[in-house]
């Protein structure tokens, strides 16, 4: 069974940088795509970013693009997810998961659900 460990949440002021990191373990066979997820306090879970394991094919919600980057490792199954320029309102629990499925920005689909790791944004 995979498991999905988040590291690199902390407490930022705005304008600064943080990057985060989700390693995975148990794998027997690799996931078509891998992404970043948060849910901030009242608010729904929303996609973020995600990654084409293969290929390297990548999704940015609008919020964030230009300021976040996306990108694995493989031979380290590992994602990181490099936050610059953060704001408030990036303030949230950020989640890492996976899908086997090429429908691969079909939310629904992700599993194997980190942890989390909070990222607070002060402003």
């Known amino acids: 069974q995979v498991q999905l460990v988040e590291s690199g949440g902390g407490l930022v002021q705005a304008g600064g940088s943080l990057r985060l990191a989700c390693a995975a373990s148990?794998?027997?066979?690799?996931?078509?795509?891998m992404g970043w997820f948060r849910q901030a306090p009242g608010k729904d879970r929303e996609s973020v970013a995600a990654?084409?394991?293969?290929?390297?094919?990548?999704y940015y919600v609008d919020s964030v693009k230009g300021r976040f980057t996306i990108s694995r490792d493989t031979a380290k199954n590992t994602m990181y997810l490099q936050m610059n320029s953060l704001k408030s309102e990036d303030t949230a629990v950020y989640y890492c998961?996976?899908?086997?499925?090429?429908?691969?920005?079909?939310?629904?689909?992700?599993?194997?659900w980190g942890q989390g790791t909070q990222v607070t944004v002060s402003s």
């Open positions: 998961a996976e899908t086997p499925s090429a429908n691969w920005q079909y939310w629904g689909g992700y599993q194997s």
């Open positions: 990654i084409r394991w293969s290929g390297g094919s990548t």
């Open positions: 148990g794998r027997t066979f690799s996931p078509y795509a």
